[in-house]
């Protein structure tokens, strides 16, 4: 991930401060047995049996050549979590052995996207962001799971390859110019934004028209992907006249609309636009000044309600300054105010009209759970209310995400405390807002991040929220945890060693209960391998995993794309 905004800005703020089934027959048996909600855990576990079966062999694979670490000469990955390193291949597809049972009811793919290659030739890549793009998928069909990964072929990826060197600018990689001239020619391309990489590295959305797409925080950097065969089939290009390189990473995708902020570094400030499914053009809802700072702060990701668009303002500010730079500050991209304080804005998605812009404590999040208006008695909006991972405005969890740091796990609990933060932004004109923990962060080890909701609940009152919590002593969060918002109670899934990714929430067709789904998750192992993993979300025990052929490198977002019928 990148930031930046054009150039001029820069100048400004710098001057004032169909699946493929594999050819070879499957041996498919299935075994009719159905778990009871009464079951047991350990008894449930103990009755796990294989019931889709791949017989050949899994693939030859090759794992690749430690890169070389600056510091320490070469290193050895043989001690290295399989989480914190590269995909042994390019790309893989086959069927998995399942051992439990998959719900006949789950027919579509889930697609996973994250940094998945941290080093180019012999140069190591220093944060878990700025990793090549690898795109997973699990494609689920009447009980058997296809499942594969790919390189997304985006124009850095591409260039690294070809020239066996980084050769666009990352989340907290510069390209090493030859020479003085070189080094002036890669800044005018910065201004430019033709030096900011497109490596799709986030998340990966569906929008309302079918297409799916691969994101970033870089404009440049979406990318157009094809579900089944996970081809890259080109840019995303946005036709209109909006400018800017830079967007939230998670915009708010349903299948009538498209949102998303673009933060404005020259006037401090965001505007809210929409995309209508089948078009490239975003045109502005409403735009929001920054209460106070030097410029915009980070917008990762944001919440919306029905009728409101909710933009954060945190004091970790975009910083001009610090792109500029060749090597990373501890902040990176960014830098901390916080006497410029924090805020959130609510406007109305149909008006564009600002109807609060409160203060809150400081705090630091990079993904928002859900948002939804409280009403009194009579009916009328009171309040909003926002839920967050929010990282007790502690900046350090930003340099604990240095692949250094990931690597190096030595039993000491290194892992930065966080909770679901919940704000209460009044609607009565009030200056300030409330902002809490919305359970005992105990419940969930005093860590949380990645998560997810039924998409149903989008904008509307919720009960329960999927994320990763953690066991502790950590470095990392290592559970996977359902969120009960009412009982203010957590369920925690652990397994020694493991590093889960995001957990994600698919839902039974029909179902009338908000946690009647299944939750997926991807397992990185200590031991090297990895797994495809089901839980039952009512029970929160285990229903199903499906081992992979190697282990794959820890991933961060994903989307779900139903069986066309």
Not at 54 to 77: C, E, F, H, I, Y
Not at 221 to 230: A, N
Not at 288 to 303: E, I, Q, R, T
Not at 324 to 353: D, I, Q
Request: aromatic share 10%; proline share 7%.
């Amino acid at each position: 991930m990148a930031y930046i905004t054009s150039s001029s800005a820069i100048i400004n703020c710098i001057l004032q401060p169909k699946t493929l089934v594999p050819d070879y027959k499957i041996n498919h048996i299935r075994d009719h047995h159905r778990y009871s909600k009464e079951t047991s855990f350990m008894t449930r576990k103990r009755a796990l049996m294989i019931t889709n079966v791949a017989t050949p062999p899994l693939p030859k694979t090759v794992a690749p050549s430690p890169p070389s670490d600056q510091k320490n000469g070469r290193r050895d990955w043989s001690h290295v979590h399989v989480a914190w390193t590269s995909v042994r291949q390019e790309k893989w597809e086959g069927e998995l052995a399942v051992e439990g049972e998959i719900p006949l009811w789950l027919n579509g793919t889930y697609l996973r996207n994250g940094p998945g290659m941290w080093h180019i030739g012999n140069y190591n890549f220093r944060h878990l962001f700025d990793g090549y793009a690898t795109l997973v998928k699990l494609h689920f069909e009447d009980g058997r799971l296809i499942a594969g990964h790919r390189q997304i072929e985006s124009e850095a990826y591409k260039a690294a390859k070809k020239n066996n060197k980084l050769c666009y600018r990352e989340f907290s990689e510069v390209p090493k110019p030859d020479n003085f001239l070189a080094y002036v020619g890669e800044l005018a391309s910065l201004f430019s934004g033709s030096s900011l990489t497109d490596n799709a590295n986030t998340g990966v959305v569906k929008l309302g028209d079918g297409r799916v797409i691969c994101l970033t925080e870089t404009q440049k950097g979406s990318i157009i992907i094809d579900p089944h065969t996970l081809d890259t089939l080109g840019k995303f290009e946005y036709r209109d006249s909006l400018g800017g390189l830079i967007h939230s990473a998670h915009p708010i995708v349903t299948d009538t609309e498209f949102l998303t902020l673009l933060p404005d570094l020259i006037n401090p400030g965001y505007l809210v636009v929409r995309m209508e499914p089948g078009t490239n053009e975003r045109k502005v809802i409403g735009r929001v000044n920054c209460s106070c700072g030097p410029a915009p702060g980070w917008v990762h990701s944001f919440p919306v309600t029905e009728h409101y668009v909710i933009v954060p303002e945190m004091p970790l500010r975009y910083c001009a300054q610090n792109l500029l730079r060749a090597e990373p500050t501890p902040l990176y991209k960014f830098e901390w105010h916080p006497e410029s304080k924090a805020f959130v804005h609510v406007m109305c998605k149909n008006s564009g009209k600002i109807v609060a812009s409160v203060e809150v404590p400081l705090y630091i999040t990079f993904h928002f759970i859900n948002a939804y208006e409280d009403r009194d008695e009579e009916g009328r909006v009171t309040a909003i209310v926002a839920d967050c991972c929010e990282h007790n405005a502690d900046t350090t969890i930003l340099d604990k995400l240095r692949l250094q740091n990931l690597r190096s796990f030595n039993g000491q609990d290194v892992l930065p405390d966080a909770r679901v933060g919940r704000f209460t932004i009044p609607l009565d004109g009030s200056p300030y807002g409330k902002l809490e923990a919305a359970l005992d962060p105990n419940e969930h080890g005093k860590g949380m991040d990645m998560c997810s909701i039924n998409p149903a609940y989008l904008g509307k009152k919720y009960r329960y929220a999927y994320a990763c919590g953690a066991q502790r002593p950590c470095n990392f969060p290592n559970t996977i945890t359902k969120i009960d918002l009412v009982k203010k109670k957590a369920k925690n899934w652990y397994e020694e060693g493991a590093v889960p990714s995001e957990p994600f929430f698919v839902a039974r067709p029909g179902a009338t209960e908000e946690d009647d789904g299944v939750v997926i998750s991807m397992i990185s192992q200590k031991n090297g391998g990895g797994y495809a993993l089901l839980l039952d979300g009512s029970t929160f025990e285990e229903i199903a995993r499906a081992k992979f052929p190697y282990g794959l490198p820890y991933g961060l977002h994903g989307c779900w794309v139903p069986k066309q019928k």
